[in-house]
């Protein structure tokens, strides 16, 4: 990549804001701050173009990094290095309560030498429990920020993929409400979760997979920016995504073989209801026949004029039921 001028850097104010009310218009930049040991963390969420043109008025950052900031389509996880700082982007997912959909969330940094800026498209509990620890307490800030800018991007993404696996496990436990389901005879119920849970894997999936190259290549190019060795924190970064992936894949196998039972399921009731109107009808064809039969107006028909008549058909159209009912029986057909 081309070189950069150098960061310039500005004495920021404690923090630039607006009335919550108002934040969805606003024509001030929001952009919270936090400053300790020689390191300096910038959050602003859902940024805006009024942001991101604050941030070009104070800091020498690539125009194509402003674009993918404000790009409303959802940018593909890397990391970007430049001479005088690394522009990251990685997703994580986020369910949706608009569309009850588990979607993936962006999260862009711009890492420096003593700055970190972090810019989630949507506001992600994790970072913003974070930053508002630090924002907070002294201890914090001495944990997180004493490190480097480096070690701050590893507590964020680590955070992160903690987040992941209540989400992980929910999609678990989707799955054995699921299988108990099917199996207590309420399929036609499960159609549609089934469906669901299969779409939030798949979402899942599509979040988690991209990014596995760039999580690989975080610990080289953060390790400018850290006085130590931060290889070993990053590989268990990985190492959780690994996880996660590896889950995913056996929710996948899961969730298709449910789909497969529960479809099962639902021919083998229907082949059932299907045995049962064949058998019943194999039971009226006869009766049919000889209600046809007596219910012709032609003279000469026997026992026609027997007041006895009725109750002698009737009897035998009672002997036939029984007669194919223990038959249908004896072949457990029936």
Not at 170 to 199: P, Y
Request: with cysteine; charged share 30%; aromatic share 10%.
């Amino acid at each position: 990549m081309a070189s950069l001028p150098r960061i310039r850097r500005v004495r920021l104010p404690r923090r630039v804001a607006v009335p919550a009310p108002q934040r969805a218009e606003r024509t001030e930049p929001d952009v919270r701050r936090v400053e300790a040991f020689g390191l300096t963390w910038l959050n602003i969420e859902a940024p805006t173009a009024v942001d991101t043109a604050w941030l070009a008025e104070n800091f020498d950052f690539h125009q194509l990094d402003y674009e993918d900031v404000l790009s409303r389509r959802q940018q593909r996880s890397k990391i970007d290095e430049y001479d005088d700082y690394l522009f990251i982007i990685l997703h994580f997912p986020r369910f949706d309560k608009r569309t009850q959909r588990l979607q993936p969330a962006e999260l862009n940094m711009f890492v420096a030498e003593d700055l970190l800026i972090t810019l989630p498209k949507e506001p992600l509990k994790p970072l913003s429990a974070l930053f508002a620890a630090c924002e907070a307490r002294e201890e914090e800030r001495e944990r997180n920020m004493t490190r480097g800018s480096g070690y701050l991007v590893y507590e964020i993404v680590d955070r992160m993929f903690d987040y992941c696996f209540p989400i992980l496990n929910k999609i678990g436990h989707k799955l054995d409400v699921l299988e108990d389901a099917i199996f207590e005879g309420r399929s036609e119920e499960a159609v549609r979760d089934i469906s669901n849970v299969k779409q939030e894997i798949i979402n899942y999936r599509k979040t988690i997979k991209p990014q596995r190259a760039a999580l690989r290549q975080l610990d080289r190019v953060t390790d400018r920016y850290t006085p130590q060795d931060l290889e070993i924190y990053f590989d268990d970064i990985v190492d959780k995504n690994e996880r996660i992936w590896d889950e995913l894949e056996n929710y996948k196998e899961v969730a298709e073989a449910l789909d497969a039972t529960n479809e099962s399921v639902l021919r083998n009731r229907l082949n059932d209801l299907i045995r049962v109107l064949t058998l019943l009808s194999a039971v009226l064809l006869p009766l049919t026949l000889i209600t046809g039969f007596y219910g012709m107006n032609t003279a000469g028909l026997p026992f026609k004029s027997q007041w006895w008549a009725p109750l002698l058909i009737l009897s035998w159209m009672a002997i036939i039921v029984i007669v194919l009912v223990w038959y249908f029986r004896r072949k457990r057909w029936l």
